[in-house]
């Protein structure tokens, strides 16, 4: 296990937007991976918290957001998905987000979006960006396996449910998201393709959500 000051120095590092090295991402992906598998398809969090959208690899959005509503740990967060592709900065992004997670596991809750996916990282460039970065696909890989391990949702004082998408025809209650078997990738169909690709509407009912994942 890493120690608090391995940890510490790599925080410092990834707040100066500098990527860690290949072998200490993994040993990071390896202690992340034995927090998340604790924590639940519907994740319970204590109020106050900061709730934050998708970072798209914007690293200097992310430090802003930290700016605004204070430091971790010092300020609980969630985060609800989304933190590669699009941007330049994904690697060290998500880097820090997983860092911040296994240093404060109590105080940051990351969640899982329709972009923590192999095949939509390696289309919308965070694959490519860890080639870049790195030589080879091996840090792509430890994170992607590592995303399969987030929770679907969260339920803040078991009043406010939070998800990177939207509900689904095929769950009627929260019981029935906890029943979901979440490690593994992110299916082309289904309850758990809906909770991440779904996308809320003010018309009643259910429809299908353009470019054909998920629902309305």
Excluded at 168 to 188: A, F, G, W, Y
Aim: hydrophobic share 35%; net charge negative; proline share 5%.
């Amino acid at each position: 296990m890493p120690s608090h000051t391995d940890i510490d120095r790599q925080i410092a590092q990834l707040m100066e937007c500098k990527a860690l090295s290949e072998g200490e991402v993994k040993t990071l992906c390896e202690q992340a991976r034995a927090i998340l598998v604790e924590e639940y398809n519907v994740q319970p969090v204590k109020c106050p918290v900061t709730v934050c959208g998708d970072i798209h690899g914007q690293f200097y959005d992310l430090i802003e957001l930290f700016k605004i509503g204070g430091s971790c740990p010092d300020t609980n967060y969630l985060f609800m998905g989304d933190y590669v592709d699009r941007g330049y900065y994904s690697v060290e992004t998500v880097s820090l987000l997983v860092a911040l997670k296994v240093r404060y596991r109590d105080r940051l809750t990351i969640l899982r979006g329709n972009h923590e996916s192999r095949q939509i990282t390696q289309v919308y460039g965070f694959y490519d960006e860890c080639l870049r970065k790195y030589g080879n696909a091996n840090v792509w890989k430890h994170f992607t396996d590592l995303f399969d391990y987030l929770p679907l949702t969260a339920l803040i004082e078991s009043q406010i449910f939070c998800l990177h998408g939207g509900l689904s025809p095929s769950l009627d209650t929260l019981d029935n998201i906890r029943s979901l078997d979440r490690i593994q990738e992110v299916p082309h169909e289904g309850p758990m393709c809906d909770l991440l690709w779904s996308d809320p509407d003010d018309r009643c009912g259910w429809g299908i959500s353009p470019p054909c994942h998920g629902g309305l």
